[in-house]
């Protein structure tokens, strides 16, 4: 289906069209680093993708949350202690990441958690073609652990951010792409500074 050329579609479109071209052949992570914002930023960079007749799958770190008991089994969540413990990198590695890269038949999961329920979820595997796209969105994704795993990255500046993730990742140094989202039907690439 053709999505109707508004503004957000445009910018989009140029930007998957140099998010695929920026990865290699085959399957190719983009990262969306944002607050709430991002998943619905997220879900239209995907819409952009499935229209150009790419595999797409969608995922969010809100879905590989720990635990409340696990964050705060050390006392009351703080800000920093929900930056360093909040999400659980080695699932999303384990059942996500790793499996997507493999390519082939493996299967991989989008969902390991239920933050709503507070349990984990329910298994479910999936598989994609071999140049399938990948379309995680989250808070925190340009962390040092975590940013070399993307083939691209997109930072929307307009979210507010963690002072710890801040000061700890400074995420607009090691974005691929930074946009302003202030105006979610017009959307505008920010340059670097210095």
């Known amino acids: 289906m053709r999505l109707p050329p508004t503004p957000r579609v445009l910018f989009l479109r140029e930007l998957a069209r140099e998010l695929r071209q920026d990865g290699r052949a085959g399957r190719v992570i983009v990262a969306v680093d944002g607050g709430p914002g ?115 990255s997109v930072l929307l500046v307009d979210e507010p951010q963690n002072p710890a993730y801040l000061a700890d990742a400074d995420p607009r140094a090691h974005a691929g792409v930074l946009v302003d989202e202030a105006d979610p039907a017009a959307p505008r690439r920010v340059a670097r500074e210095g």
């Open 38 to 152: 991002g998943t619905a930023f997220a879900d239209d960079l995907a819409a952009v993708f499935d229209e150009a007749g790419a595999d797409v799958v969608r995922a969010s770190m809100r879905d590989f949350h720990r635990s409340h008991a696990d964050r705060t089994r050390l006392g009351p969540e703080t800000v920093e202690g929900y930056y360093c413990g909040a999400y659980d990198e080695v699932t999303l590695r384990r059942v996500l990441i790793d499996p997507f890269r493999l390519g082939g038949s493996a299967g991989f999961q989008t969902v390991a958690f239920d933050e709503a329920r507070d349990a984990p979820a329910e298994s479910r595997w999936l598989s994609a073609g071999p140049d399938a796209v990948l379309v995680l969105d989250g808070e925190f994704l340009l962390r040092p652990s975590l940013r070399d795993e993307w083939n691209a």
